[in-house]
């Protein structure tokens, strides 16, 4: 587990042991995070919201983000900064292997994966979680 702290503190991200140990057998490696190659750090490119706006729902993630030491929390911060004033955070929480949360104007935001808010019973639409299973696909080669 060393090495996996290792490499986070260096803004690589690696889930488990057992992809660590996998990685000494990798051939090719593809990657699309945009701005993780060209910038040498990832940005937020674009947002899909369920309910309200872009900049609501950027502003309470980021005012949780903020508290992260997640290396893809500082993306959501900075994205957020330029739009208005982030909030406070209180109450945070890692939700190891599935995300964080915290209490923002009173209410608990969880920002993670689709794990996390189908046990938080957080509905995601059809055409959101189509969207999402879109960008988890390993992309056709060309």
Same mark, same amino acid.
């Given at each position: 587990?060393?090495?996996?702290?290792?490499?986070?503190?260096?803004?690589?991200?690696?889930?488990?042991?057992?992809?660590?140990?996998?990685?000494?057998?990798?051939?090719?490696?593809?990657?699309?995070?945009?701005?993780?190659?060209?910038?040498?750090?990832?940005?937020?490119?674009?947002?899909? #919201?369920? *309910?309200?706006? +872009?900049?609501?729902?950027?502003?309470? /993630?980021?005012?949780?983000?903020? !508290?992260?030491? $997640?290396?893809?929390?500082?993306?959501? #911060?900075? *994205?957020?900064? +330029?739009?208005?004033?982030?909030?406070? /955070?209180?109450?945070?929480?890692? !939700?190891?292997? $599935?995300?964080?949360?915290?209490?923002?104007?009173?209410?608990?935001?969880?920002?993670?994966?689709?794990?996390?808010?189908?046990?938080?019973?957080?509905?995601?639409?059809?055409?959101?979680?189509?969207?999402?299973?879109?960008?988890?696909?390993?992309?056709?080669?060309?």
């Amino acid at each position: 587990m060393a090495g996996i702290g290792n490499a986070a503190r260096r803004g690589v991200l690696i889930k488990g042991g057992e992809h660590l140990e996998k990685a000494g057998k990798i051939q090719v490696v593809v990657l699309d995070k945009t701005g993780t190659l060209t910038r040498g750090r990832p940005q937020v490119t674009g947002c899909w #919201v369920n *309910r309200g706006t +872009e900049t609501d729902m950027l502003l309470k /993630a980021a005012a949780v983000e903020r !508290l992260s030491e $997640h290396p893809l929390a500082k993306p959501v #911060v900075e *994205r957020a900064a +330029e739009k208005r004033r982030i909030p406070e /955070a209180t109450n945070f929480q890692v !939700l190891p292997g $599935h995300g964080v949360m915290a209490t923002v104007a009173g209410k608990r935001i969880y920002v993670g994966n689709r794990k996390l808010m189908r046990e938080q019973g957080i509905a995601i639409d059809a055409g959101t979680e189509e969207r999402m299973a879109a960008e988890e696909r390993p992309a056709a080669p060309r």
